[in-house]
Every structure is written in C-alpha cells, then in structure tokens.
C-alpha cells in the first residue's frame, strides 16, 4: 500500500488538478458539509508559502528519515489548559502509550485515491514512527551507522521481571555523549555507606541507580531516548579555534573546503531603460491634482466599498481637489497654540486612519502636501500597549509630531482616558488630535492658494518601516523622488489617462500608496479600493470588481491570489479578460511563484491572458526596485530559476540538477524601473560588487528613491549613499547608491531575480537561510491540519557568538498532546533534511496568541521579544541544543600530571611560596595546668556545679520568644545523672554502649547527652521524624539508629508514641527498633560514681550528617578531640561565664551541636537557645532575642538568615518601632559546609545595618566532616576579605585572580579565620602534593579536634582511612592530615593577624563530592545555579545534577503553571552562554521540591532520586536534542 501510494505523490497527477486537491477546499468533505456553509478561508494557512513541489520535496525528506523515537516531553495535567479532556490520553504507565499507541488514528485512510493524495499523512505516520508491530529487532539498524540501538523500544520497556535489567542496564556507565571522551572519570573518593534507603519487597522489575533507587522505567527510557537521539553522528568536527577572552578555545566554523564557490566574472551596473522624453509630465504632483481637479472635476478618483462590497462612496477629482485645499487652509491659519500657528511649512503630521477609509486618508495625504506639511502615516492604535507600538511613538516623537489627523469614527474607537481624551499610548508624545471631516474644517477664501511647489528636494512625505529588530524608523522621500516614483511607474506599467485600478493592498504605505494615491492622480486614474476586511469575507471581491468595473489594472500580493482559488468554484460568471496589468506587489518573496502559477491555472479558462501576471519587487528604502513589463510595452519573456538550497546558503547560486529536495523556485520580478541603474554588492563588509552567479543585496541608484532615515544620520549614510566598489576598489559611479534590503542576483536578459530579504537573513555557522524558506517547509510538513491558520514565525537569537533558529507557531486548538510532539519532531527532521541547518528552539503557542502586525500577519520582533523576555507562554516547547551548538569549546583532554616534585621546584622558582597556613598556637594562649586539668567534659560539668551551681548556662526560647526552659550548671548536673542512672538500671547498659537520643532542640538533649557521658555511653544525636512527614523523615531516623549500633533509644514520651504508632509501621519495620526509653518522668537517683574514660582517646561521642550528596556519614569524635574543639571555638571567640550567646541551629551535627551541647559547659558563658523551626511561626524570634540579651556573639544558618532577609526585608521599621536593635553584635557567623554565600550575606548585612547591625559582624564559618570546625570568625583579627576569580579558569582546576566587574568573575570571600590549634595545607587531589599560593586543590586539616574516623557498622573504615590519616607525596612526608573532600586555596594578604604575621585568607570553592564533570572540565553545581536563577525572575530556586552525562536542570516556578514552558529555553541559553554546557533534561517543579537540610544546603543526590523514581510530579520536564 504505501508503495503505490508514495509513487502516486512522486509523480503527482496533472498539475492543475494536483494543485485543486492539494488545496484545503472542501473537497473530502463536500458530502457532509450542508450547502449554505462557504468555506472560509480563514482557516487556511499563510499562502505565502504555498508550493505544492516544495511540499511534496518535505514529504519525501521525511519519508528517507526510519523510525527514530524522540522522548516526548512530560508535562502535568494541569498544564494542558489550552486541549480539551478528549483529547488527551493520560499516560500509561508503559513508555508505550505515550510513544507510540496513541499516534495511529482510527478511520484516517479510506479508499479514495483523490483523498489519500490530499492527506499523505498516514503513510508518513508509519513511516516515520515505524509501524506500531515492529519488534525490538526493527529499531536496532535504525540509527545512522548501522550499529544496534540501545534504546528500548516499547515492546521492551513494557517487560518485566529479570528481563528489564537484560533491556535497560542502567548500572553499566553509559557513554558519554558530550564529550566524545568516552570513559565516565573515576570518582576518587568512594562513597560512604548510602543513605538511600529501600524499602525491601520492590520486585526485580523496578530499576535501581547504582545508589540502590528505584527508577522509574518512564523517566529512565526517556532519558535513554534522548541519549540514542543524541549518539547521532554528530556533523564533522571543526578544526580551528579562536580564543574568547584568552581562557576558553571556542571553535570557529571553518568555510567546507567542498562549499560552492562563485565562478562567473564580475558583474557590471545594470541600466534601466530611460525615461520617456518629451512626455507632457505634469511638474509636479500637486500640478497634475490641481488640473484635474479644475478641468476634470466630475471624474471619479477613489471608490471606497464597505465590507459587503457595496461602494460607499465615491470621491471625484473636482472633491478630492477642494476638501484638500479646505483641509491645507485649516492647517495652516486656523490651528492655534498661544496665539502662534500651530504648524509652520515642512512640519511633521502623523495620519491614523483605518484600512477601511481610503477617501479620508487621500484628502489628508494631499492636504497636508498642499500646505506643505509631511504626512506620516501609521497605524490605528487598538490598544494602549499594541505590538510595536512604543517603537512607533519613538519615530513619532523623533520626527517631532505634535498633531495627528483622523476622522470622526476612528477618533472615537481609539482608547480614551478618564478625562475623555485619547489614551497616551505607551512611548508616544503628546498629541493633539483632529479630526478631519468636512464639518470640522474652515472653506478658504476665494482668493487663497498654497504655494505653489515644484517637485524640489525637500521632503514630501515620511514612511514607517520597522527593522528586523524591532525598531520603527522613518524613510523620507522627496517631492522629486515622489514626482520621478509616479512618472517611472506610469511608464514601467504603461498606465494611461482614465484607467481603472483595483487596489487590495494597504493604501498607507509601499506598492498600495505608490500606485493607488500617487500614481493614479498623475494619471487621473479611478481606483476601487478593496478594504481588508472584505477580503476576509468575500476572497473574491477584487475579482468581482475588477469583473464589474472592467478595471484594466489590478494590484493584489500572492495572499489574494490564493484565497480567491479557494473561493473561487461555483462561481462561473466572472471574467478577468479586462485586466492588462496585475501587479502582484509581494512577487519579491520567492514562495509567491506558485501562487502566481495556480491562480494562472484556474483563471485562465476565465479570460486572465499569462502575460498579465507582473510581479514587482519593492523596498522601503528604494521604492518600487523592479516590476515586469506587460507584454505591450515589450518586456522579454518572463523566467524561472530553480536554484540549490545548498547553493543559496553560501551565497551562491547554482542551478540544481541532482537533488531535487531542497531547490528553491523563483520568477524574475521584472526589469528595473525606467532611469535607474542597479547593481547586486556583498551582503557583509564593504560594497563591493558581486560575481554574475553570486547572490549579494540590491542597490539601486535612480531619482526614484527615497533620500534618508529621519533623523539618522550613520544608518541614512550606509544605507541611501553607498559607493559600490569593483574588486579593485574602483568606484562604479559617481552617484551614491541606496541598499534595497533584497537579497538576489541579475539573470539572464537582465530580469532581476531575489532570494529573500536581508531582514529575514539568518547567519548560522558559515550558511545564510532565510526565514520564509524555513517557514515554507514547516507548513508543508502537514499543510493544513495542525498550524492554526498557518501562523508561523521564524527567527534567529544569538547565543553563543552565533546564531540560532527559532521556530515558534500557533496550534490548533483542537490538537492533542502527541499530534504536537509529533509534528515538531517532522518539523525538525524536515528542516534538517532540506536546509541542513538544525532548528535550536520549537516552541507551540495557542492559537491567538501572537503579537499580531497591524495587517494580520505576526509582529515577527516582538515574538521575538516575548521569547527572550520569557513572556511567548508556549504550550509545548522542544529545543535541540545538541544538535545545533557545534561550536562549544573541545572537550578538554587531561594532561599528564606534573608530579608532586617538579610543582614545589616550580613555585619556588617562580618564587610563591608553599600554600599553608595555620591557627595562633595553643601552648602559647594557655596555663598548661589548666589545660590538663579540663581534659573530660564530664569533668567540666561536675566542676562547675560545684563551683558554681546557680549560674545559668542554658535558656530556651520559643516562638513567641518567652523562656520555656532553663538550666544552671546545677540542674544540668542533677539532670544527667537521672539519665545515667536511667541508663544503667533500667536498659542494663554498659560502658561503651552506643545510645540514640531522639529529641526536639531542647534542655533535655542536652542533659541525655551527659547522662550518656556520666554512665560511658556513647552518644548520638537524632533529629526527631517529623509527624506530617513520617514516610521520608522516619526511614533516615531508623538508619542511623541500625548504622550507629545503638542499643537503646533515649526519647520523649511523645516521640516515643510516634516511633510505635501505626503511621510509622508503614513506613518502617518498628518490630525491629531497639529498647525505647523515655526520660520524661524518671526518679531522682544520683549515680554512685562517675565514669572517667580511662584515657583521653576513647570516643566521646557520635556527630552523624547526611552530606550534600546523600551520603549518610558518621564521624568518632575522642574525648581529647572534643575538648580541644571546645578549647579552640572559647578562644576564638573570647567566650567566659559573664558573656551570652544566641544559638539559631540545629542541635543535631557538626558545628551545631557543639555549639548547643558542648562549649557552654566548657566555657561557662550562657547560650540563648533560639530552635530554627520556631522561627516559621515568628520571623523575627533570633534578632529580638539578640537584641533583647544584647548577645555580642551570634550562630545561625544559611536558611535562618534567608528566612529573616525575605521574611523580614519590608518589616525593618516595625522591629525598630518594637526596640529591636542589633548594635550590640560583634559577630554574626553563619554555620555552613559550603562555600561562603556573599549574595545572602551581603543582603542580611544591607537590611539589618537600620537596625544597627554593624557592617563587620556577619561572616561565615567553616567545617566538613572531618573537622566541625576548621574556621570561625571570632571577635579579634582582620574582616574577611573578598577575591574575584575567573569562573572559567576554575572549570580547569586554576586560580586566576581578576578585577572585580571583569566578565567571567566570580566573587569569593575567605570562610573566617582558621582556629587555633589548626594547621590547613592545600594539596593536589590526584598526586597529593602540596601546591602553592593561590592554587586550587583540596584543603588538608591538622588539628587536635579532627574526628578520629568514620564510624560504619560496615567495617568499611579501611577504605577510607586516607580521609582522617593522608600524607603528602612530597615534601613534609611527616604530618598526618585530614582531608575535607572540599577544593580551595589559600591566599597571603596584606593584612596583619593578632601575632603581628601577614594573615593567610582561606577560600573555600565547593565540595568535591559535588562537583559535575563535563567536557572534561570541573563544574560547581551552584555556578550554574546561580545563573540559571537570574535567568527569569519566576524562577525562585534551582538545582543540577547529571545523569548518564546529561546536565540535568531542576528549576522551582514561582509563578503561573502556563508560564512555566516560558523558562526552558531562557534555562538553556544562559547555561550555554555562561557555562559552555548544553543542557540535556529542564524540570520545572512548584516551589519547596528541591529537598534542603538543616543547614539550608541543597539535597541534590536525593532531589535526583526523586526525579528518576518519578516522584516530583515536576509540571514540565523537556528532554533537550
């Protein structure tokens, strides 16, 4: 079946009768349709684009393309506001539904043959989606290259059971499609025990990640999908590179050495014929109305028709002539402003009248001529904020216009303010508006006459033009240039006295005003003006007139042509056999050949002779350019050109022989006007003239042109008065030349031929494509059934340094979700296939939805405005970045390593010293007594309750800021040994044991945790599960008591109830929970003697953290490491009995805890203990507490000093009002395992500096595993300093320094002063040697409070011994060092420390561990980020991993569902621009999905579990080519 079928569309059937089915007339359909019901054209699509060879030549490139499965992009049902439910198929769980079931539709092909050739659809359908049968073994030839795909197809997703893993291993390293490196880099540091949890009982069906989580089959098949579309060959590489900025090589597309090269010999000026000599010309325009409006008044000039097509009114000569003159005496006498004339001769005047009132606009036109004033006519404003219409205000207001004239009925539709008076448009200066009806205006005095002017220099009237980008710029002509554009006209066209003219264009501007207002006055010609608007009702008005009138000239663009062949069956009674000349206005556009040829087919049997056809090419800038001769005038032969694509895109024309897929047809536009000369010169660069077979720009040099852009004077230099130069630089002429703006070449009998419109130019890599070329293949993919009234818009954005096609239509309103997806996958394939150029963005809107052009058609630049503002609100979007940015820097190949030796013999030679650092030393701050005599925490304790009992160390504070508990040293002391005593009766615990305390941030913690010391029990703190959240906070609750050993949980009675309560059972097995104990009511016992750990080594307690990666870690901390720790933070930050603290952290890990649990104890000070979950109830509990303790020195987190910067950012002036006030703060350190956040903190200081908080205090600490503390702040020593380095040079693993606001800079600031006690070293993380000043490497720790190790139930402490017990290669071999797993470098500055030494700034980049390699370079997740969210101000948060080697994007909408496709394309362009990276997979979620910890750190590992067990329910994720 197919085969018959595809030779019938090959070879077509006659043409004529091929073009009548081809059209969407109601031909399948005329059973059904009941008589009354006239087809309407306005469902056809955009016929400028019409050709039924090129749509065949889309349909055969298709029909070359085999089965390649694209992931279609999931999207959440909400989002499909724009489909009716019936249409939608909700997805199935199986990928197959959603690939493949759902495209066959029933009852597409019956049995007509006529029908099937009007609809090729289906048996592309098959084609390219392979047929619905086809077993895994039919995909696996598919992919170019002939090697077996890897991708699933639907019959193989949908196995379960042992046989999906044989389908889909995703555990094997897939390849690494983005680099073409191959080999996925070997993590160096392994992986600690997962915190990833999996419930048992999942059946082997469910796919795991290497972590051990399930994926989803749909997202990971997807995904796959992707990865086999993206293992295309892609085009071959380039090979040279030019450096942008010095650091990154970006490649430069190198001209194919086999591209077509111009051949002919240099072209030479081509002259038009003279104008006619000894011609009774009039000596000017006004000359020639003036005449016939004295001698011929009765003649009719203008018939306006309503939108029945009746005529309304008919203006005659004698008309025309007085109210014009009425109207230049008004002007000019009888409009004042304080006393003086309102316009003086020469003054602009702005003309705003509807397509639908000729007659007003031609008295105004000559009125203002009449007096001497420059008409400029514009559009009707509809609303105050239309497209483009700020850009017409600015033309409006540079060229001064003070007055618009408009008639009676427009003035009042036009949008009005409160006052009554017309609306300010958005960017318009003030206007006065009058109105011009005959009532309004003053009649002359006999006497009086205009000046009379001769067609001389000066201007007669402005026209509008809007550029490619979007601005509206002004194109003069002169009264001689208008006087030469009639007399040219009249003879190129052989218009003579008295003829009849039907005009359907717009009468405003271009060919309609040239030929219907000008021309025809000269001439005393009748012109019936067709409106718009009844073109849309009756196609076939202009026929019928030109039928009715006997008109002998008809001026029409190819869009008319084409809606009349639609209209036209049934109606045999209309003749064109009058018609001598049909100007086809738009005949440069290339695609208009074959609406010229179908409507010749079908109107020849009805009189139309072919030699009446004449296509004209015109240009704002140099008028009418060319036009064919009517056979009577003797014109030569029209031609056609069938030109290579291929060819075309360089430049170059070749006329095509071989391929016959991607030829572009063109027709001559005619000779050049009379007296103009014209030559075709280089599009880019100087003017120089092209070769005979080259396709360069038009220029014309003639009287006929217009003379400058208003006001412009660069742009009116480069454009009116071009030198074309030969290839020798010798100039052509001595007159200047004007640049048409057409893009086309000189063909045989001097015909012009043009190509495309410099406007519609896009430059991508080497090649020029033009965006109707690219728009003609879009609508030929499915002419009629899926681009809503063929609304579509092409054009190009830049990004990285090239540009990039955009493709935006409108859809149906009716299409479903697959015929969208569908359709853009042809879309791209045709295109590819035809232009060879790869489409970067497609996006569908809704129908309607376009900026609408004043005509109809669509506001190309303000689309293009919309879709990079992100306000186009698309319903579907596919972009494919892989297969159109081939100019990415290479991947960059690891070096060889220089070893560890040669690097120190480098530094010292190049001078830089060494880069370590350290802490002030201890033995020099401390009584060594002291020392020893505060070796055991326990110790500590009971000395102070003995000493002094009553001094408070603890206060508690909840949301309303009141104390809710309190301790002295003395209850804390009684408190603990409740719990030991507990601890040891009760669970029969021995020294040793490991116990979990469970517990809210409280004084209870506190007092279980030395209950556990009293009694030799090991400790370890538990966030408490959260009771809304049991099913994901319970499960980590449970690991950590299973990981740590524990043999007891210490607890409340609450929680207690929590850990057994039916909500939990689902969640987690809580048979298996070890002995529960609650402390709440347990009896007053002392413990008969304290336990004293029998040597400093022995483990104190255990800190477990979930790291960023969601990797579940717990750390030894020995009783030695635990008091020097607390040793070290007192003398940091100057802590003794008298000061107070407020702590806002979690009491659980790391810094945190110690803070809460440990250093008050040790030092005696009082801590403020403000839990960070009080403040979502009240914002502002954590500074009223700091100012009501007035504490000097203060903790928080990263997401506690977020909170209070937006919750609080407006309230300043109330907390002052309330007392607030932050004065008394020294430091404010923000606990954190990240690199510093300067934005966060720089606004936290901003808006608290009204509240007295000094500039200084805010400051960072650091920490990691390995060591909680490693950096603090604390109150002595110099501020941090701020360094900006090169984001780019750190992708390479260097430092380079630069000055702040240099591109690429990237601001760092020093994570607070190392402690004492500590020593830091930066070494290299693949020889472990020391490097110098200012390099970047990993930061190595010395201190006596390292943890002593991890602490796995797994005996895998083994593997990482080297993190707490590393030495260096080289150099001192002695030490042992701690490594953090965080890359940084060390810094010497100007500034002294305490000890009189030059202080060494720390600089913390990011997490190793974090860390994405691509393209061989080391990325920091939150670079990325951090662009991404300044990309669209709805994107509230974001986060990347990479999956497979795809950049994968998670972006949180803050905003409205339907904007949310809006954000795809603004995500990929920024990380292309700033990163180099394409982005393979954008999720967009609603806001709170990207999961964070208590330290407000971005839980990305876990986030990306989620995504691949698609448990996000994100509202858009696009899979990116």
């Not at 869009?559 to 069956?569: I, K, P, T, V």
């Not at 007891?1048 to 057994?1060: D, G």
């Not at 020593?1319 to 930061?1339: C, F, M, R, W, Y």
Request: net charge neutral; glycine share 8%.
């Amino acid at each position: 079946m197919t085969e018959g079928l595809r030779c019938a569309v090959l070879k077509g059937v006659d043409p004529s009768l091929q073009a009548e089915n081809r059209m969407p007339a109601p031909s399948q359909t005329t059973a059904a349709v009941p008589k009354q019901q006239k087809p309407r054209p306005t469902s056809s699509r955009d016929e400028r684009f019409r050709s039924d060879v090129h749509t065949e030549a889309v349909q055969a490139a298709l029909a070359k393309y085999k089965e390649r499965k694209m992931p279609m992009p999931s999207k959440r049902r909400s989002v499909l506001v724009h489909s009716s439910v019936e249409t939608y198929t909700p997805p199935d769980t199986s990928s197959a539904s959603e690939d493949e079931g759902s495209l066959r539709r029933p009852g597409r092909l019956t049995s007509t043959p006529l029908q099937s050739h009007s609809n090729i659809e289906p048996w592309l359908d098959r084609v390219i989606q392979g047929s619905s049968t086809s077993s895994s073994a039919s995909s696996t030839s598919s992919h170019p290259g002939g090697r077996p795909a890897a991708a699933p197809t639907a019959a193989a997703t949908t196995l379960t059971g042992p046989a999906a893993h044989a389908h889909l291993d995703v555990h094997s390293a897939p390849p690494d499609v983005t680099t073409g490196l191959g080999e996925l880099s070997h993590r160096e540091r392994p992986q600690l025990a997962s915190v990833r949890g999996v419930a048992r009982g999942y059946s082997g069906s469910v796919l795991e990640t290497a972590g051990g989580v399930p994926v989803n089959s749909r997202v990971s098949s997807k995904i796959q999908q992707l990865l086999n579309t993206l293992k295309r060959p892609k085009r071959p590489p380039l090979k040279e590179f030019f450096v942008d900025d010095f650091e990154e090589l970006l490649e430069v597309q190198q001209p194919d050495p086999n591209q077509p090269k111009p051949e002919g010999s240099q072209m030479v000026v081509l002259r038009g014929e003279p104008l006619a000599v000894g011609v009774p010309w009039p000596p000017s325009l006004l000359a020639a109305l003036q005449r016939w409006g004295t001698t011929q008044p009765k003649a009719p000039c203008l018939t306006a028709l309503d939108t029945a097509g009746k005529a309304v009114y008919t203006l005659t000569y004698g008309k025309l002539w007085s109210r014009s003159l009425k109207l230049a005496y008004t002007l000019l006498n009888k409009l004042t402003s304080k006393n003086e004339p309102l316009l003086k001769p020469g003054d602009r005047v702005a003309l705003v009248f509807p397509n639908s009132d000729p007659v007003m606009f031609m008295v105004a036109f000559y009125g203002c001529l009449l007096a001497d004033l420059v008409p400029v006519p514009i559009e009707v404003p509809l609303t105050r904020k239309d497209a483009g219409s700020q850009q017409v205000g600015f033309l409006l207001g540079s060229c001064g216009v003070t007055l618009a004239l408009t008639t009676d009925a427009c003035q009042k539709g036009l949008p009005k303010a409160q006052t009554g008076e017309v609306a300010t448009f958005k960017g318009w200066p003030p206007l006065s508006w009058l109105v011009i009806d005959g009532k309004h205006l003053t009649k002359p005095p006999k006497d009086w006459r205009p000046q009379t002017q001769d067609a001389g220099a000066g201007t007669a009237y402005i026209e509008y033009k809007t550029s490619k980008e979007g601005s509206t710029v002004g194109v003069t002509v002169s009264h001689a240039s208008l006087l030469a554009q009639c007399q040219a006209l009249t003879q190129a066209c052989g218009y003579s006295e008295a003829e009849t003219l039907t005009n359907v264009l717009d009468f405003k501007r271009d060919a309609g005003l040239w030929h219907g207002v000008l021309t025809s006055v000269m001439n005393r010609m009748h012109v019936i003006s067709i409106p718009y608007a009844l073109m849309k009702v009756n196609p076939l008005s202009w026929i019928q007139k030109v039928c009715s009138y006997k008109a002998r000239a008809a001026l029409v663009k190819s869009r008319d042509m084409h809606w009349s062949l639609l209209a036209q069956r049934g109606q045999r009674d209309v003749s064109l056999s009058s018609l001598r000349v049909l100007i086809v206005a738009d005949g440069a556009n290339p695609w208009s050949i074959s609406s010229c040829d179908a409507f010749l087919n079908v109107f020849q049997s009805r009189g139309l002779r072919p030699e009446v056809i004449c296509p004209c090419a015109t240009s704002p800038e140099a008028l009418t350019v060319a036009i064919r001769r009517p056979p009577d005038l003797g014109g030569p032969p029209p031609k056609k050109a069938v030109l290579s694509m291929n060819g075309l895109s360089f430049g170059v024309i070749r006329v095509d022989t071989e391929e016959k897929l991607s030829v572009l047809t063109v027709q001559d536009v005619g000779q050049v006007l009379p007296g103009a000369d014209v030559c075709v010169v280089k599009v880019e660069g100087a003017p120089y003239l092209c070769k005979t077979d080259e396709v360069g720009e038009l220029c014309v040099s003639s009287t006929t042109t217009g003379t400058a852009y208003y006001g412009l004077l660069g742009i009116t230099k480069s454009v009116f008065e071009t030198v074309p130069v030969t290839a020798g630089g010798m100039p052509v002429s001595d007159r200047p030349f004007t640049r048409t703006g057409l893009l086309g070449f000189i063909g045989p009998d001097n015909l012009v031929f043009v190509v495309g419109k410099l406007d519609g130019l896009m430059v991508v890599g080497v090649r020029r494509h033009s965006a109707d070329d690219i728009v003609a293949t879009a609508l030929a993919v499915e002419p009629m059934k899926f681009v809503y009234r063929g609304r579509i818009a092409v054009f190009s954005v830049t990004v990285l340094h090239d540009d990039r096609i955009v493709l935006v239509a409108e859809q149906r309103p009716d299409a479903s979700e697959e015929d969208s997806f569908q359709w853009m996958s042809r879309v791209l394939q045709a295109i590819d296939s035809i232009h060879q150029v790869g489409v970067y963005c497609l996006a569908l809107v809704p129908a309607n939805t376009l900026p609408k052009a004043p005509l109809g058609g669509i506001h190309i630049s303000e689309t293009k405005q919309r879709f990079l503002e992100g306000m186009l609100h698309p319903c579907n979007v596919l972009m494919c970045p892989h297969t159109c940015v081939t100019n990415l820097p290479k991947p960059r190949q690891k070096q060889p390593e220089v070893g560890p030796a040669s690097m120190i013999v480098g530094n010292l030679v190049a001078g830089k010293r060494i880069a370590q650092a350290s802490g002030r030393e201890l033995a020099h701050l401390e009584d060594s007594d002291q020392a020893r005599k505060f070796l055991f925490l326990p110790d500590v304790l009971q000395w102070r309750a003995h000493t002094t009992p009553d001094h408070p160390l603890f206060l508690l504070l909840n949301a309303k800021g009141s104390v809710t508990s309190t301790a002295t040293c003395v209850q804390l002391h009684k408190k603990a040994e409740r719990v030991a005593a507990a601890l040891m009766e009760k669970a029969r615990l021995g020294t040793g044991d490991h116990v979990a305390l469970v517990y809210p941030p409280g004084v209870d913690l506190i007092a279980a945790f030395y209950g556990c010391l009293y009694c030799g029990c090991v400790p370890v703190t538990v966030r408490p599960p959260h009771p809304q959240n049991l099913t994901t906070t319970l499960p980590t609750v449970k690991m950590i008591v299973e990981v740590s050993k524990s043999t007891c949980v210490l607890t409340t009675q609450a929680i207690m109830r929590l850990l057994k309560s039916k909500d939990a059972a689902a969640a987690v097995d809580i048979r298996t929970w070890p002995t529960i104990l609650d402390t709440d009511d347990i009896p007053k016992k002392k413990v008969a003697n304290i336990f004293r750990p029998p040597s400093p080594d022995v483990l104190a307690y255990l800190d477990f953290s979930v790291s960023t990666t969601g990797i579940l870690a717990g750390v030894k901390m020995s009783h030695a490491a635990t008091s020097a720790l607390c040793r070290s933070i007192k003398l940091q930050c100057e802590l003794y009995p008298s000061r107070q603290i407020a702590i806002c952290l979690d009491p659980y890990c790391g810094l945190g805890f110690a803070l809460w649990c440990l250093c008050s104890v040790y030092s005696g000070h009082q801590s403020v203990l403000v839990p960070p979950l009080e403040l979502e109830s009240n914002v502002s509990l954590w500074l009223s507490a700091v100012s009501q303790y007035k504490a000097r020195v203060t903790f928080c987190s990263y997401s506690v000093m977020e909170m209070c910067t937006k919750g609080l950012g407006a309230q300043t002036g109330v907390l002052r009002m309330k007392g607030v006030n932050l004065s008394c703060v020294r430091t404010c350190m923000v606990v954190a395992e990240e690199r510093p956040r300067i934005a966060l903190t720089q606004s936290f200081s901003k808006l608290f500096k009204d509240l007295g908080l000094p500039a200084r205090a805010v400051s960072t600490t650091f920490g990691c595993r390995v060591n909680v503390a490693i950096c603090l702040q604390g109150t002595a020593g110099p501020d941090p300093t701020t360094v900006y380095v090169d984001m780019r040079a750190l992708r390479h693993d260097r430092v380079r320094l630069v000055e702040r606001g240099s591109p690429h800079s990237l601001p760092l600031t020093e994570s607070g002063k190392i402690l004492p006690g500590v020593k830091v070293i930066i070494a290299h993380t693949e020889t472990k040697g020391p490097l110098g000043d200012s390099h970047l490497g990993e930061i190595w720790v010395s201190s006596p409070h390292n943890a002593t190790g991890y602490y796995t139930g797994y005996g895998e402490e083994a593997l990482h011994a080297d993190h707490f017990s590393a030495r260096l290669s080289f150099g001192d071999t002695q030490t042992i060092w701690a490594r953090t797993g965080y890359l940084g470098f060390l810094r010497r500055t100007e500034l002294t420390d305490a000890s009189g030494e030059r202080h060494d700034a720390l600089y913390v980049v990011g997490s190793l561990d974090e860390t994405l390699e691509l393209r061989g370079m080391r990325y920091h997740p939150i670079d990325i980020e951090t662009s991404v969210v300044r990309a669209h101000r709805s994107i509230a948060e974001c986060a990347v991993f990479t999956w497979t080697n795809l950049l994968v994007v998670v972006v949180e909408l803050d905003g409205l569902e339907r904007d949310a496709l809006d954000l795809v394309a603004l995500v990929t362009n920024v990380v292309l621009e700033e990163h180099h990276l394409v982005v393979g997979v954008v999720v967009i979620v609603d806001p709170g999905v990207i999961p964070i910890n208590s330290r407000g750190e971005k839980q990305r590992m876990h986030l990306r579990d989620g995504f691949l067990a698609d448990q996000l329910d994100p509202i858009y994720v696009a899979y990116n080519m």
